[in-house]
């Protein structure tokens, strides 16, 4: 059996060692550290952080060549086992690699164990060796042969890096949904932490989850395991198939003293519930409901697909439509959760430039490098996905003939819980909608057309309004304010006002017709009929821009606003009720 022996003695140099032990070896044995994350479309290069590689059969030194920037053969004689040791610096609080210091630790397998090419399939054990006293470990790894306390196994080298692990001293709770056991631990949290609110709350999403796509069924995992890093700034979440590693902001959790409803708690717990949520969701959607093209992983390269759209964009539809369903937020909490997205994604140009199954494509290239034109070109297949999903689920219900759910649902049980393809959805669609639904996916998945979501929403019985438009939003434009550096331009969207006058990216706007500019709301008192003079400071230099009458957007579409319509007709609050209450 294939093992890995993961040393975490040298934390306060933040590096785990790593001894790999091979039976009966390749003559010419192949090993390969993933360049990506399954789940985090980004070639991260991990092997970046691999050092001091060296590998011994038999008691003779073996020679290991490099072949990449992450591949090595050994050459080997007999059938002695191949031992290869190496280490891995691991300083990054992401959920995606590795960490390790005098207080914590963390790793994802993607990050630490080599792959031994050729023997993928069968079985991998992993021992976690060095931990001080008082230092405990969560994952959702099975017990090893030995049932050590520390010892693990993986049936497959797939699941050994699908499953993270979390070291140290934490927090932990527990709970069962449908007959499965739950575990959630939570480190970095100040004193005044309240678990018990966390796990009642995580409990109703979780059975919320399970029904929705099982209806009285068992989850498909025996166990689950959250796993939530507490930091002073940071927000994420990565899905695996029996668990989830997350990160939040320590003021975002809930307090002992605080109030206990989540909607009362704060915006920022209510986003922690969201992201809970989500990478629950994904233990369904994603992480076995998988585009055809993840039917097998190449973890050397790019794994392209066109559907992020649906797998990111529905999870992102369904991850606040189940805080409603659960009950830890009404409909305006819901309602508000809904207009913000719809803002952001009305607020981009980039929507009538790119679609969202090519924003999926690009996804390696163009979503986790964002620059300072990513509004102009390009669209988030999280955020213009989830409102896809909201159209077709209003569009099923407008029509009468299913919804949403039916369809996840069919696709589920279809599939087996396996790979799909798009055609596959479109199928679904269409037995559950009576009808085919390909010029919707042509126009809003393919296409760039807008989305009729204010008239969807009406027939729910939901009014779309604006809010007046910030003067940000007026000119076309992006800033972050400060005491220390002023007003400065980060995004100039395409076709307003800051772009036609020259704004870019990087300018700070230091005033407005003579009058220092401390924040750009500021500069409305000074704009009178829309001319003005800017001045603005740029590469050291000071430059002067005219704003001429005219250019200025309208300021009455702002943000969007969606609240319950003052008097919606019987059959709008019908769907409305099921639409919200599922």
């Known amino acids: 059996m294939i093992g890995y022996r993961i040393d975490v003695a040298a934390r306060e140099s933040h590096t785990f060692a790593i001894e790999l032990s091979i039976p009966a ?48 053969v050994a050459t080997c004689r007999g059938d002695a086992p191949l031992v290869v040791r190496y280490r891995v610096y691991a300083f990054e609080t992401s959920v995606r690699a590795a960490f390790l210091n005098g207080e914590r630790g963390f790793f994802n397998g993607t990050s630490l164990c080599l792959r031994v090419e050729g023997r993928e399939a069968g079985p991998h054990a992993l021992s976690i060796v060095g931990l001080p006293a008082g230092w405990d470990v969560a994952t959702a790894f099975g017990p090893g042969p030995a049932a050590a306390p520390h010892d693990f196994l993986a049936p497959d080298y797939d699941t050994l890096v699908d499953t993270p692990v ?43 989850g399970v029904r929705f796509w099982h209806a009285g069924g068992a989850p498909p995992f025996s166990r689950y395991v959250f796993m939530l890093n507490a930091l002073d700034e940071g ?28 909607a009362e708690v704060g915006e920022g717990y ?26 097998r992983l190449d973890y050397t390269r790019e794994n392209y697909t066109e559907l992020l759209w649906f797998f990111e964009g529905f999870t992102s539809y369904y991850d606040d439509l189940l805080l409603m369903r659960s009950g830890l937020i009404g409909p305006p909490q819901y309602l508000a959760l809904l207009a913000k997205t719809a803002t952001a994604v009305l607020a981009s140009p980039g929507r009538r430039v790119q679609s969202v199954a090519a924003a999926s494509f ?62 596959a959805i479109a199928a679904a669609l269409e037995a559950v909608g009576g009808r085919s639904y390909a010029a919707e996916l042509a126009a809003w998945v393919h296409g760039t057309d807008e989305l009729p979501l204010e008239e969807l929403l009406e027939r729910v019985g939901v009014a779309w309004q604006w809010q007046p438009a910030t003067l940000a939003q007026r000119l076309g434009l992006r800033v972050a304010e400060s005491a220390l550096t002023g007003v400065k331009v ?93």
Request: glycine fraction near 12%.
């Open 235 to 262: 927000r994420g979440g990565l899905e695996h198939g029996a668990s989830t590693a997350l990160l939040s902001p320590r003021r975002d959790l809930p307090r002992r003293s605080g109030p206990k409803a989540a």
């Open 166 to 208: 979390e070291l140290g001293r934490f927090w932990r709770g527990r709970f069962a949904v449908a007959g499965v056991a739950h575990e959630f631990v939570v480190a970095g949290a100040l004193p005044d932490f309240d678990g018990d609110q966390l796990l009642a709350d995580t409990q109703r999403l979780c059975e919320a």
């Open 270 to 295: 209510v986003g922690v519930l969201g992201l809970i949520a989500h990478e629950y969701f994904h233990a369904w959607s994603v992480k076995r409901l998988r585009p055809q093209d993840f039917a």
């Open 362 to 423: 690009d996804a390696w290239v163009k979503y986790y490098r964002a620059d300072e034109n990513t509004p102009n070109a390009t669209i988030s297949y999280y955020a213009k996905g989830s409102l896809v999903a909201l159209a077709l689920d209003l569009r099923l219900r407008a029509e009468g003939r299913g919804n949403l759910d039916e369809v996840m649902r069919r696709l589920w049980n279809e599939s087996g819980g396996g790979p799909v393809d798009e055609a």
């Open 25 to 72: 070896p390749a003559a010419e044995q192949r090993l390969s550290l993933p360049v990506w994350i399954p789940g985090s479309y980004l070639v991260r290069e991990f092997a970046r952080h691999l050092s001091g590689l060296t590998a011994v059969q038999g008691g003779r030194a073996v020679t290991l060549r490099q072949l990449d920037k992450a591949s090595w």
């Open 490 to 582: 980060t995004h100039v969207l395409a076709g307003g006002a800051a772009q036609r006058i020259g704004l870019a990216a990087g300018d700070e706007l230091i005033g407005v017709d003579g009058w220092r500019l401390r924040r750009l709301e500021d500069a409305l008192r000074c704009l009178g009929d829309g001319e003005a003079e800017l001045l603005v400071g740029r590469d050291q230099r000071l430059v002067r821009l005219a704003l001429e009458p005219g250019l200025l957007a309208p300021s009455d579409r702002g943000a969007v606003i969606l609240q319950p319509a003052e008097s919606p007709d019987a059959a709008s609050r019908v769907l409305f009720e099921a639409w919200t209450v599922g």
